[in-house]
């Protein structure tokens, strides 16, 4: 018993000067620091759940010789060591990087515990997949917003759909491609946004997408001309990014269509060069929005 105080005392001794280097050093900026205390024999609480990035604090309660040792007794796997101290008020800490259960005990007396290290929380993604940015439609608008949306470790519990701050709606359980159906949307800009939310409550937002909803312009036709004996040229006005589908008849009223295409300028030049009849007659409509 006496040498056994005897080497007790001269591992403190040993010892004390180490702690005063080691634990002079300032702590990382971690996520959440954790109290582990060790005392009568004990490390209180012995098991503790943490997330990845977090650090445990020990600290000794009492004089008695105690260390915090990774592994299972008696075998330490070399993950942390705090050495043996005897000093009350002396700590200890280490990150957790990793996932994981890691058992720990004091290399004098045997007792033990476990950290389990919870892996972190990856957030979902999602994008809008349609409309395009910049897609124009005419007022008001009707359609579909399309979107993709996953989660790499969990569910996908919603998807939230947005015209700037203004909530549109909500996609509840979505399948990966949740859609959500806006109804008479007014001419205006509109920077669309899908805010995805998984079954742990962590959240992203997709890119914004920009589209543009335009009161129709009435369609004029105008400037016509007979270039030549199956050419024919004629402008009519339009909204640029709105497509239009222009119709030709030989004899009212079979119009069939023979052009569809989307305006580029609020005044569009069109040349039927099939204009082969002695007499044509042509009309222009508007395609209803996608």
């Known amino acids: 018993m006496r040498i056994k105080n005897l080497l007790k005392q001269l591992v403190q001794l040993a010892l004390y000067g180490l702690a005063s280097w080691t634990f002079a050093c300032p702590l990382a900026t971690q996520a959440a620091v954790v109290n582990v205390s060790i005392q009568d024999y004990f490390f209180n609480p012995a098991a503790v759940t943490i997330n990845v990035n977090d650090q445990i604090l020990w600290t000794w309660a009492d004089a008695d010789l105690h260390s915090s040792t990774s592994g299972v007794y008696p075998t330490p796997d070399g993950l942390w060591e705090s050495g043996l101290f005897a000093q009350q008020g002396v700590t200890f800490s280490h990150s957790f990087t990793s996932a994981g259960t890691f058992p720990y005990y004091c ?28 897609a124009v439609f005419a007022a008001p608008w009707t359609g579909a917003i399309k979107a993709t949306a996953s989660d790499s470790d969990g569910t996908v519990s919603k998807v939230d ?36 939310t998984d079954n742990a409550g962590a959240t992203n937002t997709s890119a914004g997408v920009t589209i543009s909803v335009v009161t129709p312009v009435a369609i004029v ?4 001309k007979r270039l030549s004996a199956s ?8 909204n640029p990014g709105l497509r ?14 023979i052009s569809t295409n989307t305006a580029n300028t609020n005044k569009v030049n069109f040349l039927d ?18």
């Open 107 to 134: 290399s004098y007396h045997g007792f033990t515990g476990s950290v389990t290290v919870q892996a972190a929380n990856v957030p979902p993604s999602v994008a809008i997949t349609a409309p395009t940015n910049g």
């Open 244 to 257: 239009y589908l222009v119709q030709r008849s030989g004899a009212l009223p079979g119009f069939s269509p």
């Open 221 to 224: 036709l105008s400037s016509p």
């Open 161 to 196: 759909f947005f015209a700037g701050t203004t909530r549109l709606g909500t996609v509840t359980s979505p399948p990966p491609s949740p859609s959500f159906t806006v109804t008479n949307l007014a001419a205006g800009s509109y920077t669309l946004k899908a805010v995805v």
């Open 273 to 290: 060069n099939s204009a082969t009849g002695a007499v044509n007659f042509y009309d222009v409509h508007l395609v209803p929005n996608p």
């Open 231 to 238: 050419a024919f040229q004629f402008s009519y006005s339009a």
